[in-house]
């Protein structure tokens, strides 16, 4: 039988994270009044310090700069079809059949 992963909210982490910074208080001693691992505290303030704004997004969620990508990519497809649809009707009207 697996062991479910635990799930951690943005204020469970960024709670974690303040309690970490506290004078006196070291990340192995927050990560076991928690119950949690010492590697994932150190990962969430990697991940925070990097990109604080959009830190902890969660599951599926993207970063802006990704949605953007994405949509990006989206009208590259549709424009390029567009053209190849106005190459085809230009073709069509150059060779006189109409």
């Given at each position: 039988?697996?062991k479910?992963r ?23 001693k ?15 303030k990697?991940?925070?310090?990097n ?23 989206r ?11 106005l190459r ?11």
């Open positions: 039988m697996s479910k635990r799930q951690f909210t943005r204020e469970f982490k960024l709670e974690a994270l303040r309690l970490a910074e506290q004078e006196g208080m070291t990340a192995t927050a990560a076991e009044q928690l119950a949690i691992n010492r590697g994932d505290l150190y990962r969430w990697r991940e925070f310090e990109e604080p704004d959009s830190s902890f997004r969660g599951n599926g969620k993207r970063t802006p700069d990704d949605e953007r990508v994405t949509r990006l990519e009208e590259n497809v549709k424009l390029r079809a567009q053209i190849q649809f085809k009707v230009a073709g069509y009207f150059a060779s006189g059949k109409n």
